[in-house]
């Protein structure tokens, strides 16, 4: 039949057994760096330099564009601008930007040209520091959000 085990054998069995179950090691908290303390006290407060405005002062901002370009303008650089700054004030408020081609030539080239602004303008907020949930909305779109938020057009100067 089995031979029994010898009681060597059982405590090396049983020293084995705990250090495999880590009953051996002591169990350390991690303690939490400085800086991530710190982030986290600062969640949802407004930077300290933030100008005090209201939505109605920076909603609507026109960020326009030469014609049939997808490339800011200078002058709609300034306006993303004051509007991330805004933003980054303000971080729990959405951004809706209504896109608009040049509404002359090909339909499809009108549609990917306001797509091409669209996102120029998204990548132009999120350069300036702004981290607004951001909504593209094609050509002629109706603006879908229901609460405050701040509404750009995307559009270029025409003829």
């Known amino acids: 039949m089995f031979a029994r085990p010898t009681p060597q054998a059982l405590l090396i069995g049983l020293v084995c057994a705990m250090a495999l179950s880590g009953c051996v090691t002591p169990r350390v908290k991690p303690v939490t760096s400085a800086a991530v303390v710190e982030a986290r006290a600062k969640v949802g407060q407004k930077p300290s330099a933030c100008p005090a405005g209201e939505l109605k002062e920076v909603s609507p901002t026109l960020a326009s564009f030469g014609f049939d370009e997808a490339t800011l303008s200078e002058v709609g650089h300034e306006r993303l601008g004051q509007a991330a700054a805004w933003l980054i004030c303000h971080p729990g408020v959405e951004v809706a930007v209504l896109t608009r081609g040049e509404e002359r030539?090909?339909?499809?080239?009108?549609?990917?040209?306001?797509?091409?602004?669209?996102?120029?303008v998204v990548t132009e907020l999120r350069a300036l520091g702004a981290q607004s949930v951001v909504h593209i909305l094609p050509p002629g779109a109706a603006d879908p959000l229901q609460g405050p938020h701040l509404v750009i057009q995307a559009a270029g100067r025409g003829w």
């Open 105 to 120: 030539g090909h339909p499809d080239r009108d549609k990917e040209l306001a797509g091409l602004r669209g996102q120029a």
